[in-house]
């Protein structure tokens, strides 16, 4: 086991990262920019270092102010949360040069599933079923105008080194085209400096479910079933649930049988999530995650498998901590993330918690790292906090959730608890019949009230 463990992140992640580490009885180093000097991680850890001012560019993506906090503090390994560096391969080989434990994966399978063209391809050839498209990216002088018609409009052009909804434009039409693709290439560019589009079929109410796998890197891997993440506002998950209201067991077993099998082939390291579009019975695959997701709580909570510890065992050289046999689904859970943002506009609210209650009672959980006269800080996301509920039914987390937000006190900010106080109470929330365009149609009839 690691001694010594570097959390290379922040705010809520970063403390969860901490609370792994103590109950494995291993050191925590703590990294912050000037900004989050009184964060709570930074209270919390063994050890702190202040790696730069607050851009991100400068702290937190600032790989020798790592290196060095590493070699200050005598760090064995460092945990990258999500976000950030957690995805980025030439970070993991990076550390590997310099005798430093990344938690996370193989650094080839962080580059092959951060290319979309070429995850896209593995997929295909791993058995896992794939959204009809482009063969690889759209080059100028391809006939585009040809693989859209083959694939049918609407279509939707996507960035291939994409993420987070950037670089992605949907052609409902064949006049749609052109534009669509230029918008996609420049917006692609800007974000991620590669220009490189692809073409997929462009589902109509789909919704989006994921696959939560853990893999001990020597060819055996589990599935710990699923989430559904299909609330969402420009293409960011808002409300994350899981078992989905959409799917039987069933469906559950061959769909995560499918892709644990692609992670035993491929030897996957640590946790993963492969994302997929389901939409008539369906499975389509749209990405993989190659590090912790921010709604794992959710399956955490249906299956008592605590994935962060999990993960920095499995990064050890340990065991997978079950066989598939042994995974159970136990009841229901949600998550909402609670932004500092106004709730109809969705506009940034950084300043001071003036006054900050929490919710509790059985199976209700916080992770949040803010408190009572915190500052979030204008510089990074928005996140105040993840409430997550538990329930034995769907029914039961639903009501549980609607009791745990009315408690729910965040006060000196603009959060989005209204929405979700809303939402809870909504006929197609209760009933589970939603889709990826529901939250966004539903926000425009807001609007137009």
Not at 62 to 80: F, S
Not at 283 to 289: D, H, K, L, T
Request: net charge negative; aromatic share 6%; with cysteine.
């Amino acid at each position: 086991m690691f001694d010594k463990i570097l959390i290379a992140n922040r705010g809520e992640i970063a403390l969860r990262i901490l609370r792994a580490c103590k109950e494995l009885g291993i050191s925590t180093v703590a990294v912050h920019s000037t900004a989050d000097a009184d964060a709570m991680h930074v209270r919390l850890a063994d050890e702190s270092v202040c790696i730069g001012p607050p851009p991100s560019k400068d702290s937190y993506l600032n790989v020798p102010a790592l290196l060095a906090a590493c070699e200050i503090t005598g760090a064995d390994a460092v945990h990258p949360g999500y976000g950030f560096l957690s995805e980025n391969a030439r970070f993991a080989e990076i550390l590997g040069e310099h005798n430093l434990h990344f938690i996370g994966p193989k650094a080839e399978h962080i580059r092959l599933m951060g290319d979309k063209i070429e995850a896209k391809k593995t997929a295909r050839r791993l058995g896992i079923p794939v959204v009809p498209g482009s063969d690889g990216a759209v080059a100028p002088g391809d006939d585009a105008m040809a693989i859209a018609k083959e694939i049918g409009f609407p279509v939707l052009v996507k960035a291939a080194a994409g993420g987070g909804g950037r670089g992605m434009k949907v052609a409902q039409t064949a006049q749609d085209l052109a534009l669509a693709l230029s918008t996609a290439a420049n917006e692609a560019k800007s974000a991620f400096g590669d220009a490189s589009v692809y073409l997929e079929k462009y589902l109509q109410k789909p919704r989006h479910i994921e696959i939560q796998v853990l893999g001990d890197g020597r060819g055996g891997a589990i599935h710990l079933g699923e989430r559904d993440c299909s609330l969402q506002r420009r293409h960011q998950k808002v409300w994350e649930e899981g078992p989905s209201p959409a799917l039987d067991a069933a469906q559950r077993n061959r769909i995560g049988g499918i892709v644990a099998k692609a992670m035993q082939e491929m030897k996957y390291l640590g946790v993963g999530t492969v994302e997929f579009l389901y939409e008539d019975g369906e499975f389509y695959f749209i990405e993989m995650n190659t590090r912790i997701q921010v709604e794992h709580p959710v399956t955490e909570m249906i299956t008592g498998i605590d994935l962060v510890l999990e993960q920095i065992r499995i990064a050890a050289g340990g065991d997978l901590p079950a066989t598939q046999d042994q995974v159970q689904i136990n009841g229901h859970a949600i998550e909402c993330r609670v932004n500092a943002e106004n709730p109809v506009t969705f506009r940034p609210s950084p300043g001071k918690i003036l006054q900050y209650h929490p919710p509790g009672g059985l199976g209700v959980r916080i992770d949040s790292a803010v408190y009572q006269g915190y500052v979030i800080p204008p510089y990074y996301d928005s996140l105040v906090g993840k409430l997550i509920v538990h329930g034995k039914t769907r029914a039961e987390c639903l009501m549980r959730l609607r009791r745990a937000l009315d408690e729910m006190v965040v006060e000196g900010i603009e959060t989005t608890l209204p929405l979700f106080r809303a939402l809870v109470r909504e006929t197609d929330i209760i009933d589970g019949d939603y889709h990826i365009h529901w939250l966004e149609q539903y926000l425009a009839g807001q609007t137009a009230n």
